[in-house]
């Protein structure tokens, strides 16, 4: 079973940064994509960034593009999920999923596994 749990959420002010976490455990982590979505009160969950099992590949939404970096280490079993800038509307609930194949995608039902979620929220 894969279990995948997400960590660094918190409180912060707008223009600070955060670095959200994401363990893997369960199967072989390294060839597989990855992703981070977010939900916000009151709205679907959203595409946030994604990466390829190698790290080669990434996207992002274009709301955090140029703020936010997606990163993996393979040997840590770990993604992460770099956050710059941050601005009241990222405030939200993140998710950390996988998929079950190498090539990243951006919609959510590409991803077989999900995390339980970190809350981040920034104050203006």
């Known amino acids: 079973q894969v279990q995948l749990v997400e960590s660094g959420g918190g409180l912060v002010q707008a223009g600070d940064s955060l670095r959200l976490s994401c363990a893997a455990s369960g199967r072989t982590f390294s060839g597989y994509a990855m992703g981070w979505f977010r939900q916000a009160p009151g709205k679907e969950r959203e595409f946030v960034a994604g990466?390829?099992?190698?790290?080669?590949?990434?996207y992002y939404a274009d709301s955090v593009k140029g703020r936010f970096t997606i990163s993996r280490d393979n040997a840590k079993n770990t993604v992460y999920l770099q956050m710059n800038s941050l601005k009241p509307e990222d405030t939200a609930v993140y998710y950390c999923a996988s998929r079950s194949v190498a090539r990243v995608v951006i919609w959510s039902s590409g991803y077989d596994y999900w995390g339980q979620g970190t809350q981040v929220t920034v104050s203006s």
């Open positions: 990466i390829s099992w190698s790290g080669g590949t990434t």
